[in-house]
């Protein structure tokens, strides 16, 4: 490694060795499964999955990702290609990632070996630093849970045109410096962030990437003085309208004192936990050892003040003295500079008041550059007496042990019941690793209940269902399997679903339970009716769902309970709540009225009309769908 460190080859040598080693790295990784938002974006989501080539599949596809549509639709139709190639086989969207990473790397190295040559790092070890950081950054085990991650392709891909333009910026600032027109270079950043953000939204960073580069190694410097002014006047007048944004429509939207729906915090809340969030990042960064990055952190407590925890108080010291030090060396140490505003610059959204959840690991995905070029710069600095070779020495042995950590990390990755078996050991506060082990030890049953593995099944829902921040999941599942042990399910079951059901945050996952008992009953399981009717009941008193969820259970009253007056009210407020669903109030009536449903369908009607909905338009008969929740005990 210490005669690679100091080869003074090609740069094209270079980037064929990284590419082979990141490919080397992440190739036991892709026998792996998908894993948790993977199943509702892609596995769970029937537009997705194309089976052909055509464009109006692909169009559908590609809108297929929000309610709203029209959402990351490059990064759908992706998923979408590797459907109509390989079905629902996780290998091939692995592939992808990878090979997608791969082309992040190469631009990573490019951007990289720009940098340093702005910082006048001699061209004899400009080009193996470059290949370093960039291999570094390729391998290291925090980004094994991004590229992996299936559904985090938005992320990845996103990130590939940001880096194209920010490489176009750097080109066409390199000539307006030298009293060349840089400007195609600056309009060819346009299109690269609007593929950007086609793929995530999170594209629209560049901005604030392209303003760290010029407070630092770009310092607005351009060969006529007037350009120069241009520039600042520019970024000055983009940095107060983004405040204005931020203040006049981003808070006011998205904030919000009240705890989130969903959440267990506040906009307030959210915020102050980043205070701590930043530095556990900057943990994982720095010292990758396996213990240290877990994926699920849905046990993660958030900060209620400053002082609660104090952590939150010392965490926010150690941000406040990094960008400090930043600003303060943003002349004598540029890159250093670049590399902690990049960081911060790449959590501006996601560690904001939006109503996300706390913490992710792929946040870092280009966060970490930033640490790495920031670590590189304190590194070159460090005088040594016997010259470079120290460093060298040092340099290979950390690429050495970040690679073998990411390859590790790579290959319980590659397996299935290694992984859930891995994130339930590191985390065992986690109900979501809980309930992903149970999962995983559920399927290996093969349906059949006197296997092994239910019991082990079993164990794991009833440890997730007693952990402080679980949802109904392992009630659900337990219920589910009762049924399937053909037995009937412990009452405490349904008396601890409903209770969370009552005091708890109803979070994706909530719902997503719910109706995977629902569509479980309609599918013959053997669910208490009147435990579930009240569960729906509790859940639809705390938060207002579209309009094909009341009609989903309201024909299930009506046709499975017969509660008559209960699927009334269902379907009422399914016309209700239809108002901003052009057409669905005609779907309903219709699909009443083909199913023998004539007083239902005419109250519907009625209460359309009363509403002003047009519904009138022969509509042909279709039954509202249910939320298409799996089959499977803990989907």
């Given amino acids: 490694m210490y005669s690679l460190l100091r080869w003074r080859g090609s740069t094209g040598g270079l980037q064929l060795l990284l ?5 080397a790295a992440y190739w036991p990784g892709l026998g792996g499964p998908f ?106 085990p925090l980004q094994i849970s991004t590229v992996l991650y299936v559904v985090q392709r938005m992320e990845t891909l996103s990130l590939t045109f940001v880096l194209m333009a920010l490489l176009a910026y750097l080109r066409g600032r390199a000539l307006q410096i030298a009293g060349s027109r840089g400007w195609p270079w600056f309009v060819a950043c346009l299109p690269l962030i609007g593929l950007g953000l086609a793929c995530k939204e999170t594209a629209v960073l560049f901005l604030a990437y392209a303003l760290a580069l010029e407070w630092t190694v770009l310092r607005f410097e351009t060969k006529e003085p007037a350009y120069g002014k241009l520039w600042r006047r520019l970024y000055l007048i983009g940095t107060v309208l983004a405040l204005l944004v931020f203040v006049l429509i981003a808070v006011p939207r998205y904030g919000s004192l009240e705890t989130f729906t969903g959440r267990d915090f506040n906009s307030i809340e959210r915020v102050l936990s980043q205070l701590r969030i930043l530095p556990l990042y900057l943990g994982q960064m720095l010292w990758p050892v396996p213990g240290s990055m877990t994926f699920y952190y849905d046990d993660f407590l958030p900060s209620r003040s400053v002082l609660s925890p104090i952590s939150t108080l010392f965490g926010g010291l150690v941000l406040v003295g990094l960008l400090a030090s930043a600003w303060l060396l943003r002349q004598r140490a540029p890159l250093y500079a670049l590399g902690i505003f990049w960081f911060f610059a790449a959590h501006l959204l996601t560690s904001n008041v939006l109503s996300l959840e706390l913490v992710f690991e792929h946040r870092n995905y280009f966060a970490l550059l930033g640490i790495l070029l920031a670590a590189a710069d304190l590194v070159r600095r460090i005088p040594v007496e016997d010259g470079p070779a120290i460093k060298y020495a040092g340099a290979a042995a950390l690429i050495l042990g970040v690679g073998a950590l990411g390859v590790l990390r790579a290959a319980t990755w590659g397996d299935k019941l290694l992984l859930a078996t ?13 309930h992903e082990l149970g999962v995983t030890y559920y399927e290996m049953t093969d349906g059949y209940t006197n296997s092994p593995f239910f019991g082990f099944a079993q164990k794991q829902f009833e440890r997730e269902a007693g952990l ?19 037995q009937p399910a412990d009452p405490a079951l349904w008396d601890g ?49 579209p309009p094909n969820t009341y009609a989903s259970f309201g024909d299930y009253l009506l046709e499975q309970v017969g509660n008559v007056p209960l699927a009334n009210l269902m379907i009422a407020k399914a016309i209700d709540e239809s108002r901003h669903y052009p057409g669905y109030a005609a779907r309903i009536v219709n699909a009443l ?43």
């Fill in 19 to 23: 590419v082979a080693l990141l490919l």
């Fill in 593 to 635: 009225r083909s199913r023998g449903h004539d007083e239902q369908a005419d109250l519907a009607l009625s209460r359309a009309r009363e509403l002003g909905l047009e519904v009138a338009a022969p509509i042909p008969a279709t039954a509202p769908a249910t939320s298409g929740a799996a089959p499977a005990p803990g989907s």
């Fill in 497 to 545: 679903l409903i209770e969370k059901l009552r005091e708890r945050p109803i979070t994706p996952q909530t719902t997503q339970g719910l109706f995977a008992l629902l569509d479980n009953r309609l599918k013959g399981a053997s669910v208490d009716d009147l435990k579930l009717t009240e569960a729906f009941m509790v859940t639809f008193d705390r938060v207002t769902f």
């Fill in 35 to 140: 894993v948790f938002d993977d199943y509702p974006a892609l596995v769970n989501n029937p537009r997705l999955h194309v089976t052909d080539f055509s464009f109006d599949a692909f169009a559908r596809a590609a809108l297929s990702f929000d309610a709203g549509g029209g959402s990351r639709p490059l990064a759908m139709a992706s998923f979408a290609f590797n459907h109509a190639l390989g079905g629902l086989d996780p290998w091939g969207y692995k592939l992808f990632g990878v090979v997608v990473h791969a082309i992040n790397a190469l631009l990573v190295f490019a951007l990289v070996l720009r940098l340093l040559g702005l910082v006048q790092v001699g061209e004899q070890h400009r080009r193996v630093a470059a290949f370093a950081i960039a291999l570094l950054w390729a391998v290291h």
């Fill in 468 to 486: 402080p921040s679980a949802s109904i999941l392992g009630e659900q599942a337990l219920i589910l399997m009762a049924s399937a042990a053909k």
């Fill in 422 to 434: 891995d994130l339930a050991a590191r985390n065992p506060s986690s109900a979501r690793a809980a």
